[in-house]
């Protein structure tokens, strides 16, 4: 997926339902002016549930086109994407089938965030063992920084779903270790976000021993 695209779909989700037939149509045609097939088909998966008459159609289409393409990472994103937009009984075989293929993806980094992208959409408990398994991919990340940002971003991630229970204890504090050895600026960069305020702010004294026991041996 391009850097183009990547940044596109989000603001996409979001204008979506504010746009009229018309602006939806010569939004589908630009991407198709101005990206590859495997692009324009991440973004039709994002529109297809607000095009009238046609939109069904191509959600039915997708998984066949996402099972044809070479890169497990498209799979996942493109499965992912049709998933969040199908019932849940509907929806269910696909998670599993972007969940089969997210275990594919070579790169740890990638992996975990696929994982963590798939997770908030399974119920419990089946969510929080697919945040788990975005953990372990984390913890194979080369380079501490690498490594730090991916915890932080699953833990951002599980706060947001406000599901897990050790949300704190399993992702949090892991996460703030990690940021932690990174230097006192990181702690606040990777982890200081609203959507954990819960889950940091009901964890104050645990923050307060990780920060004393990380202290001793910051530079």
Known sequence: MTAHVGILLPALRKMAPRMSTGVLHRTIGRAEEHHDDEDMMLVMAVLAPWMTGEGRAVLEFLPGAARLRPDARFRCRLL?????????????PLLAEAWSQARL?????????????????????????????ASTAAAAVEGLADRAATAARIARTVAETRTVDTAWQDFGRPALRLAALLGRAAVTEQLAHPASGDVLGTAAQDIARALHDVTRWWP
Request: net charge negative.
């Open 105 to 133: 993806i070579s790169g740890p980094e990638t992996r975990a965030d696929a994982l963590t992208a798939l997770a908030r959409l399974f119920p419990e408990p089946r969510r929080t063992e697919v945040f788990h398994e």
């Open 80 to 92: 992912t994407l049709v998933a969040e937009n199908l019932p849940a009984a509907a929806a269910a």
